[in-house]
C-alpha cells in the first residue's frame, strides 16, 4: 500500500504534463547530421524517372523530438521538402505515394493534400498511391489527389471522417484531493479543459465542429472519387474497409503489389519499361529497394526505445483528427 500511495503523486505529475503540453528536458548530444538531399536509383537505367516518396506513421506538423538529437523536422515539413526538391527536376514524370499511415491531425492531413495537389498542378507529374498495411483516415486524404489508387491485398482503409479526443483528469484529480482554480472572460473560455466534465452545450458544440470538418473530408472524397449514393452512405459510417472492399466501395482503383504501382506509374506518365524508379535519400542505404519506407533518418531518442510511444505522443494532446485510433503505433 505505502509503494502504491508514493506513486500517486507521480502518476499525477505525469498526467498534468501530458494534457497541458509540457515535455521534459532534452538534452541534445549531437548537433544536426542532415545532408543534402541525393538521388539514388532503385531500379530501371531508362529515360524518364518515377520517385517513390513514403508517408509513413502519424501525420502531424509538429516537430519530431528526441532526447539526444534533439527536434527534427516533422512528417509535414520533410514531405514538402522533398516535393520541393522533385520539383527541380524536370525528368520526374510520376510520383509513387507510397502511405502506411492511421492518418493524423485534420490541419497536416489537410496541408499533405493541399501541397500535393499543388506539385501536381505545377509539374504535371502522374502521382499513384499505393497503400501498404494501413492507409486510414488522413492516410487516405492525402492519396485523394493521386490518379491512382492502388491498396496492397491485405490493406485496411477507410475511416473515412473526424474524431475529436480531449484527454480528462478530473476524476483521478478528484480521487487525490487535488483541484485546479480558473478565472475566465467567457462561458465557454475553458470549453474542453481537462480539469473538468464537458457541459451538454459544449458536448453540442464540439459535435458541430466536427461535423464540419467531416463535411470538408467527405466533400473532397465526393469531388476525387464520384461515389455512388449507396457507396458514400457506406462510407460516411467511417467504417475500415479491407483493400477488395474499399474497390468496391469506389475508394480504391486497384488492389496490387508495389510492382503493379510502378507500371501503373509508366503507363499514365507514358514512360517506357526501363524507366528509372529512383528516391531521394540523405544518405546511402545498403540494399536499396522500393520497400524501404524511411525518407528520414530514424530516432535516436527515448522514443525509439519503446515502439509505438512516437505516435501515441503525437495525438496526446487534444485536438480534431483524421485518424484511425485503432491503428495508432502501427
Known amino acids: 500500500m505505502n509503494i502504491k500511495f508514493r506513486l500517486w503523486p507521480i502518476v ?19 548537433g544536426d547530421r542532415d545532408e543534402p538531399l541525393k538521388e539514388f536509383t532503385l ?10 516518396l513514403s508517408i509513413d506513421g502519424v501525420i502531424s506538423d509538429k516537430p519530431e523530438e528526441h532526447m539526444l538529437r534533439g527536434s527534427q523536422p516533422s512528417m509535414v515539413q520533410q514531405t ?5 526538391h522533385a520539383e527541380q527536376d524536370p525528368e520526374i514524370k510520376a510520383l509513387l505515394l507510397k502511405i502506411n499511415s492511421p492518418g493524423g491531425t485534420v490541419t497536416a492531413s489537410d496541408i499533405l493534400y493541399h501541397e500535393l495537389v499543388r506539385y501536381k498542378q505545377r509539374t504535371g507529374v502522374k502521382v499513384v498511391a499505393a497503400m501498404m498495411n494501413v492507409a486510414a483516415s488522413g492516410g487516405y486524404y492525402v492519396a485523394l489527389p493521386a490518379d491512382h489508387i492502388l491498396a496492397h491485398p491485405t490493406t485496411i482503409t477507410g475511416s ?14 478528484e480521487k487525490v484531493g487535488l483541484s485546479v482554480n480558473m478565472n475566465k472572460s467567457g462561458a465557454q473560455k475553458d470549453m474542453g479543459s481537462p480539469f473538468r466534465p464537458p457541459t451538454d452545450e459544449e458536448i453540442a458544440l464540439f459535435q458541430d465542429l466536427t461535423d464540419g470538418m467531416a463535411d470538408r473530408f467527405y466533400n473532397l472524397v465526393m469531388q476525387h472519387r464520384s461515389l455512388a449514393p ?33 507500371v501503373k506509374a509508366k503507363e499514365i506518365a507514358g514512360l517506357s519499361e526501363d524507366a528509372r524508379v529512383i528516391a531521394f535519400r540523405r544518405q546511402k542505404k545498403e540494399d536499396d529497394t522500393i520497400y524501404n519506407p524511411a525518407i528520414r533518418q530514424a530516432g535516436g531518442g527515448f522514443t525509439a526505445l519503446l515502439p509505438g510511444l512516437a505516435s501515441l505522443s503525437a495525438v496526446a494532446a487534444a485536438d480534431f483528427y483524421y485518424i484511425w485510433p485503432a491503428a495508432i503505433g502501427q
Do not use: H, N, W
Open 12 to 30: 499525477i505529475f505525469a498526467g498534468i504534463l501530458t494534457v497541458t503540453g509540457c515535455s521534459m528536458p532534452k538534452v541534445t548530444l549531437f
Open 43 to 52: 531500379q530501371g537505367s531508362g529515360k524518364g524517372k518515377i520517385l517513390v
Open 80 to 84: 514538402v521538402a522533398y516535393l520541393k
Open 160 to 173: 473515412i471522417g473526424v474524431i475529436f479526443m480531449r484527454p480528462g483528469v478530473s476524476g483521478l484529480m
Open 230 to 262: 449507396e457507396q458514400r452512405a457506406q462510407v460516411i459510417t467511417a467504417r475500415v474497409f479491407l483493400a477488395q472492399q474499399a474497390v468496391e466501395a469506389g475508394l480504391v482503383d486497384q488492389v496490387g503489389y508495389l510492382d503493379d504501382a510502378i
